[in-house]
């Protein structure tokens, strides 16, 4: 029996919203997960508007490099670990791919006890069981919905972090300070300055949403019988570049924005109140109760929910689409889970690792640090790979990379590779 090509693909056609925005907008909107969220709560409550330069000096090497984790996915066809496996040794494979999956399930982990501590803090009741409640939802829904539709749900879920934009106009911010700390930032060479600006680098660059964009590309040429990997179809190149550029750098723009105001939120309440300690993004929303009131802090705790719902898919998807690509299985949030069983089972079995780790007597903030350790190790080489990537004509064809972008994209390696250095320095003396 001759099977046709959308037997392996869940139906119907896709709507007309992901036309407006796709893989950029989620993956900046998944970078503000509740790990995030405790890093920048932490930056503010510590320092203040003094780190909110760090998300200005961001903004263009984060998009800079979704941009070209993007063109990956849509000149070649094939993720960045499809191009590893075809282009570069095994062993350098293996080794990224090992690390990724191993950060993203902590990262998994820490996610879903944030989210867990949030809905009680809101609603009461044993934080465990909203836990194992959030992952298997998480599961279900991005095995068994058909992508467009779950593609759809994920853009929706970006609306969460309006919560933020929403908190900071609540409680109240002095724009003139902020605009003079971030033309005059007060730098230091104090250890915990240096760890927090370690942090927030880490947090926007980090290598599970290189891994994301790129296959999310792949994804949405395959489901386009009008597409074609662009080294097939130059004629192509120009709308599609195009395209990703304004969905990358509105949808970075909107995760650096967010990770501002909450920096600022935390800065004008908690800092300004001596609550300087913040460990996590459940315990941000319960520091703010007191002090900025019940809706502040109801809005705060939403957004850890809704960013959560956001970032998990994210965190393993990417695991599975590496893994994956890596092993040569079928791999595709538009397949069907019978044709896809191993990408489908890495998934379902990240989440339910990410989720056991809340039941162990393991510390989920030493386990953010490993994680935070384990990415940036990871960063490094595949940053440096995808530069070196980008510049082959047998693997770009005549899309290699343009100055500017390189330039850009360099300079967040040099930057991701000195910040590693430092936190190695500074854990040490």
């Known amino acids: 029996m001759i099977r046709s090509k959308t037997d392996d693909v869940k139906q119907p056609e896709r709507p007309r919203l992901r036309d407006i925005m796709g893989p950029g907008l989620i993956t900046g909107a998944s970078d503000d997960d509740p790990s995030g969220i405790g890093t920048y709560s932490q930056a503010g409550a510590q320092f203040g508007f003094g780190l909110a330069w760090t998300l200005i000096i961001t903004y263009p090497l984060m998009a800079a490099v979704q941009e070209i984790s993007a063109r990956i996915g849509r000149v070649t066809g094939r993720g960045i670990a499809g191009n590893l496996k075809t282009y570069y040794p095994a062993w350098l494979l293996n080794v990224i791919v090992g690390l990724l999956v191993i950060a993203n399930i902590i990262n998994i982990g820490a996610d879903l006890g944030a989210m867990g501590s949030a809905l009680q803090l809101l609603i009461g009741g044993p934080a465990l069981l909203y836990v194992a409640g959030f992952a298997v939802i998480s599961c279900l829904l991005e095995i068994f919905v058909r992508y467009s539709r779950y593609v759809s749900v994920l853009k929706y879920l970006t609306l969460a972090v309006l919560s933020y934009v929403v908190t900071v106009f609540v409680v109240g911010v002095p724009w003139g300070d902020v605009l003079r700390a971030i033309v005059l930032p007060p730098l230091s060479f104090d250890k915990n300055y240096i760890l927090i600006v370690v942090g ?17 590309e792949v994804e949405e040429e395959q489901e386009n019988p009008k597409k074609a990997p662009l080294v097939e179809q130059p004629k192509q190149a120009r709308n599609e570049f195009y395209r990703i550029r304004l969905d990358t750098y ?51 705790a939403c957004g850890i ?46 989440t339910l690792i ?22 940036g190790i990871v960063a490094g080489p595949v940053m440096v790979t995808m530069m070196l990537m980008t510049h082959r004509r047998d693997i770009m064809g005549g899309f290699t990379l343009p100055p500017v ?15 590693i250095a430092a936190l190695a320095i500074v854990s040490f003396v």
């Open 200 to 216: 927030v680098l880490g947090t926007t660059i980090s290598p599970y949403l290189f891994f994301w964009q790129a296959e999310e």
């Open 250 to 300: 509105v949808g970075m723009g909107l995760s650096n924005l967010v990770a501002l105001f909450i920096m600022l939120t935390t800065a004008v309440t908690l800092g300004a109140h001596g609550v300087t300690n913040i460990q996590s993004s459940s315990q941000a929303a319960e520091a703010l109760r007191p002090i900025a009131g019940p809706f502040a802090f109801a809005l705060f």
């Open 305 to 350: 929910i809704g960013t959560g719902l956001l970032a998990l898919p994210v965190l393993a998807g990417s695991a599975a689409y590496a893994l994956g690509e890596a092993r040569r299985w079928p791999v595709g949030l538009a397949k069907k889970a019978g044709r896809a069983k191993a990408f489908y089972g890495t998934i379902a079995v990240a």
């Open 354 to 375: 990410g989720c056991a780790m809340n039941f162990t007597p393991i510390d989920p903030i030493q386990a953010l640090f490993v994680s935070a350790v384990i990415n």
């Open 405 to 419: 972008l390189t330039i850009l994209g360099w300079v967040a390696t040099g930057a991701m590779i000195l910040s």
